[in-house]
């Protein structure tokens, strides 16, 4: 048994890794070689090593070679500080080592699974017959919901693939998509061109005139329109695309439409930010991390759908040596692009079950305070800040600003962690996202005091 010793344990280990991490350094200064010359001197396994100086040297490596996103003042790219109920799980699954590909070998670890995505799904308003997995992440997440409205709409993609379908299938995004659609365009074999870069309005969110316009022109031309990708959050701006007309137009066109939500999906259960987040409910298929918003370690994507027949047959395989189906239940390496499947979800399901939802949405919202608080701490401070999103992210800029040479400054003295990004073509803005439940007022006031001592070039 993980014995409650075992869990004390974790949870003092948890508590003092985030404090230390808390007041030490928050970005690494190191080259490739000083890494490679301290593995080659200690690591050539010829003999074996005990694993607690192994351990201990892995965890000096880390404390000191890391960006360190639990970090109360990382600003950064959606990775989240974690629950510590969610490291409990991680490690809990480690020691089980559960195979989710079929029901049948873990039943227990399959239905936790299913109890607690049905619970979001739930919340998107989903139907209940809704399909859902847990995935590596939000890139998977996204190829699964291309892999499945192509399959979807052209009935003769799983077997004959694209080279079957007459003419080229389009999917549109605006320029604030996420990137890994990319990817996922060469990996389905649809190939970039197959994706439409939409207009985005004055606040960067898609404009559905455009969209309208470039699927009647695109079906003129005799392309295949078949699928619309909305954001909800996008990665650089924070931004929400008008779901409920992008719903409406998809409906009408009888296009796929997709919400890639893998950050601000989490918003669906804050009462204060739901309404932000209306339309979602229509998607046909669903992106959302756990790893983001509901801040447990990586990799915890999620991917939701309502067409559950379309799934079954983007993802079907039969084989023998795989443990046979056991009645209705569905089989994770039937339903989704993984085989072998770790137990994703214990983390979700643990850390929900200890918060409580309340909890999470106490979690949620006083990010979005602290994102507030550092809004306004900014503009008092004299910058502007450049997008507009209910979620706690903030572009901003000021009149003359080096954006690269201001953010060595901000990492080589230590203050925060930020990146910088540019919008629709302009000039590199900074962008700085509230990713941790413990970042604290006196955190955020303390940085826009330093931010701004680096301004009027005070030593730091
Ligand atoms: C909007 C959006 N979609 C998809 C992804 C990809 O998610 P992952 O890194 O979990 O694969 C990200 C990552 O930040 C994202 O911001």
Known sequence: MFSNTALAEVQCAAAKVACDIANGPIVPCVTPEEIHDHLASRYDFSEPLPLKDVAADVEFMLRKWQVHVTHPRYFGLFNPSVTTASVVADSLVAMYNPQLATWRTSPAANEIERHTLGWLAGKFGLPDNAVSHFTSGGGESNLSAVIVALTHTFPDYGEGGVRQIASQPTIYLTAGAHHGFLKIARMTGLGRCALRTVAMDADLKMDVADLARQVAEDK????????????????????????????????????????????????????????????????????????????????AGMFFCRHRESVLKAFESEISFMPAKTGAVMDPYTSSAQWSRRFIGLKLFLALAEQGEAGYVRMIEHQVQMGELLRASLEREGWRIVNKTPLPLICFTRDGLITSEFLAALHARQIAWMSEVQLDDGDPVLRACVTSFRTTEKDIEWVVGEMSRICRQEPG
């Open 220 to 299: 003129r031309s005799g392309l295949a329109p078949f699928m619309v990708v909305a954001t909800a959050g996008t990665t650089a701006a924070g931004v929400i695309d008008p779901l409920p007309e992008v719903a409406r137009f998809c409906r009408s066109q009888d296009l796929w439409f997709h919400v890639d939500a893998a950050w601000g999906g989490a918003a669906v259960i804050s009462p204060r930010l739901r309404s932000h987040l209306d339309g979602i409910g229509e998607a046909d298929s669903i992106t959302c991390d756990a790893h983001k918003w509901f801040s447990v370690p990586m990799g």
